[in-house]
């Protein structure tokens, strides 16, 4: 346990006790990144979230795997800017639940998400403010993209990575 606190200290300086006393508590900061946090459970995540995450503006929880309800942020975060779930077991339904509690989001990076499927109908209904999205590496197919296109159109463009998506290729 003492490594994960070590972990979150040196990741995101936002941290003044350890979780085995129950969770640590946020300074008022904007930003989580526990990206490179090992052992970080659902459990874990959540009782972070319940101190401090209605402050956030940016999550950043690249590479979790552990993590099997990545759908808690919708829960405790609602005021999110930024959301980077790459590498992470997020699906359909929880990426609805985040979206749908975030309207205000502009950058999100879902790269190497591999259990997201025909996903990108759900980022359009609930991403009007999207400039940037990472969908590298993901089973996003040509009429995905196309949506996408025709959802932020030229006046209103975002940033859209696709990097060695298979079913572009």
Same mark, same amino acid.
């Not at 829960?75 to 959301?83: P, Q, V």
């Not at 992470?88 to 990076?109: A, F, G, H, Q």
């Not at 400039?131 to 993901?138: G, P």
């Given at each position: 346990?003492?490594?994960?606190?070590?972990?979150?200290?040196?990741?995101?300086?936002?941290?003044?006790?350890?979780?085995?006393?129950? @969770?640590?508590?946020? @300074?008022?900061?904007?930003?989580?990144?526990?990206?490179?946090?090992?052992?970080?459970?659902?459990?874990?995540?959540?009782?972070?979230?319940?101190?401090?995450?209605?402050?956030?503006?940016?999550?950043?929880?690249?590479?979790?795997?552990?993590?099997?309800?990545?759908?808690?942020?919708?829960?405790?975060?609602?005021?999110?800017?930024?959301?980077?779930?790459?590498?992470?077991?997020?699906?359909?339904?929880?990426?609805?639940?985040?979206?749908?509690?975030?309207?205000?989001?502009?950058?999100?990076?879902?790269?190497?998400?591999?259990?997201?499927?025909?996903?990108?109908?759900?980022?359009?209904?609930? @991403?009007?403010?999207?400039?940037?999205?990472?969908?590298?590496?993901?089973?996003?197919?040509?009429?995905?993209?196309?949506?996408?296109?025709?959802?932020?159109?030229?006046?209103?463009?975002?940033?859209?990575?696709?990097?060695? @998506?298979?079913?572009?290729?």
């Amino acid at each position: 346990m003492k490594k994960i606190v070590t972990t979150l200290i040196l990741a995101t300086t936002i941290f003044t006790t350890t979780l085995q006393g129950g @969770c640590a508590c946020f @300074c008022n900061r904007k930003t989580l990144d526990l990206s490179e946090t090992e052992n970080l459970t659902t459990e874990g995540l959540e009782k972070i979230l319940k101190k401090g995450g209605s402050k956030l503006k940016t999550i950043n929880l690249n590479g979790q795997t552990d993590l099997l309800k990545v759908g808690i942020i919708g829960t405790y975060c609602k005021n999110l800017k930024a959301l980077y779930l790459a590498s992470t077991s997020i699906n359909n339904v929880d990426l609805k639940y985040i979206l749908k509690n975030n309207p205000n989001l502009v950058e999100i990076s879902l790269a190497e998400c591999f259990n997201l499927i025909n996903f990108c109908s759900i980022i359009i209904e609930h @991403c009007g403010n999207l400039k940037e999205l990472n969908i590298s590496h993901t089973s996003v197919t040509p009429e995905g993209i196309r949506s996408l296109n025709s959802a932020y159109p030229l006046y209103k463009p975002v940033k859209l990575i696709t990097v060695g @998506c298979i079913s572009l290729q």
